[in-house]
């Protein structure tokens, strides 16, 4: 058993072995990644997150030490949590351990549990227990820390990138103050590209970023200050290959070439970014709800969910509006599972052009909702006899299907005849909208239910 600190995650407990070895040695290791180098060392350091460490506020007092709770910090990449968790270690001195759920399992969680209550037997010394994308963490491997958080055996800070609500057990909720971390602004992030580049843990001033360059930095991190601060680097490190002490626009395309896209296939962003999808379809919006569509595709969720969405809302914001609509969802389910992906966008943002500029209706689902409902109320009276089938022997002794009228018998097609049980007579659940083609079902409805009720 590694006791000093384990590390297993490249990114987030690869980096807090950096931290922690800075903090050992009292210097930054200058050969660490730009984003360790410039990870902040006070609390004043950190951006981004005022509301949670204003003077007072529950993540500062933890941070201080004030208040010693075990934490589940809740929030996208790149908005400080490794930080933070250094942070509460190195305030007053506990030792700091990481794990990441991705390669750790009970085995490496007991161990270090165990570790700690010998350190705080022996030397009186608490430890900060890390442990990144705890999501990952089985219900068993979550079980495994319930005793140590409770007694205080560690200070748990954990952190995900998925709502815990989702993913986290619910006695380790119960037994933590949940935090969630916002995404860093455009102004938080330029603050820390102009950070980097002139302080010495950083590129010392060794470069000039142009206005368009540091733009475009900030718009690809998408709120996370380790992609800035990574693609700062990799510009960097193209100027000076290239022998250029400016970082320009041309340098900073060639290095980096792709925006982040926080998206989450079985968190709260899957079910955020298809809900504003479908609210976007049926807003009337087709630029949001490509926007959204794009951010599904691009974050790499299951086409053939993105199509089943589509088809659900044909038929439930569109409806007879278009009867059009439903058939290109339809179509473009079956593109999707014939030729797949990337060639499967083409037909995923037909249809929500389609859905999307169609005009709107929802008696559909008013309908059947309204007929669900009086079903579940009890009012399912008995069929009408001549409604009964009569395909059998001994129909006819029982009443069934004698008076029934074929409406095909006369010019009109429809006939005079009761088709609801008795109590259900003159019940209205389909009411269409004057839009679209139901504008025409809208007018031609109320002759139909009177010529079919005899009125």
């Not at 709502?163 to 860093?184: A, E, I, K, M, T």
């Amino acid at each position: 058993m590694q006791d000093e600190l384990f590390t297993v995650n490249p990114d987030a407990a690869g980096d807090a072995e950096h931290a922690a070895r800075d903090r050992d040695a009292g210097a930054v290791d200058p050969h660490a990644p730009l984003a360790v180098r410039m990870r902040p060392r006070t609390l004043d350091e950190v951006v981004g997150q005022d509301e949670l460490l204003a003077e007072g506020a529950p993540l500062r007092r933890l941070v201080e030490g004030a208040a010693p709770a075990s934490v589940l910090l809740f929030g996208p990449p790149g908005t400080g949590k490794t930080t933070i968790a250094y942070l509460m270690a190195g305030a007053t001195g506990r030792r700091f351990v990481a794990l990441s759920a991705l390669s750790s399992g009970v085995k490496e969680v007991r161990g270090v549990i165990d570790a700690a209550r010998r350190r705080r037997s022996h030397a009186a010394e608490d430890t900060v227990l890390f442990i990144d994308e705890v999501h990952r963490f089985s219900k068993t491997q979550q079980d495994a820390l319930l005793g140590a958080v409770e007694d205080r055996t560690v200070l748990l800070v954990a952190a995900t990138t998925e709502n815990p609500s989702f993913s986290v057990v619910s006695p380790l909720l119960s037994r933590s103050l949940v935090l969630q971390l916002r995404p860093l602004d455009d102004s938080d992030v330029r603050g820390l590209v102009d950070r980097a580049l002139a302080e010495q843990r950083g590129l010392a001033g060794e470069f000039e970023l142009t206005e368009e360059a540091a733009d475009h930095i900030v718009r690809l991190a998408a709120g996370d200050a380790r992609r800035a601060l990574t693609a700062l680097e990799a510009a960097a490190e193209g100027a000076r290959s290239g022998g250029s002490a400016t970082i320009d626009l041309a340098i900073v395309e060639a290095c980096v070439d792709k925006a982040a896209v926080r998206y989450d296939r079985d968190g709260d962003q899957h079910y955020d970014v298809i809900s504003a999808f479908i609210k976007s379809i049926r807003g009337s919006d087709v630029d949001a709800a490509l926007h959204y569509l794009a951010r599904m595709i691009e974050g790499g969720e299951d086409p053939r969910f993105i199509a089943r969405r589509l088809v659900v809302h044909a038929s439930e914001d569109i409806g007879l509006a278009d009867p059009t609509a439903l058939q290109s969802a339809v179509a473009a389910t079956q593109a999707v599972q014939f030729i797949g992906m990337p060639e499967g966008r083409l037909s995923l943002a037909q249809a929500t052009i389609h859905l999307a500029t169609a005009p709107k209706s929802n008696a559909v689902i008013s309908a059947i909702d309204s007929a669900l409902a009086d079903v579940r109320a009890g009012k399912v009276g008995p069929v009408p006899p001549h409604l009964r089938d009569g395909h059998y022997a001994g129909a006819s002794r029982l009443g069934h299907a004698m008076g029934y009228t074929y409406p095909h018998a006369v010019p009109e097609g429809v006939v005079p005849q009761q088709y609801p049980p008795d109590e259900l007579v003159g019940a209205d659940y389909y009411e269409p909208v004057s839009r679209g083609a139901e504008r025409g079902i809208a007018e031609r409805l109320p002759r139909l239910r009177r010529t079919v009720r005899g009125e």
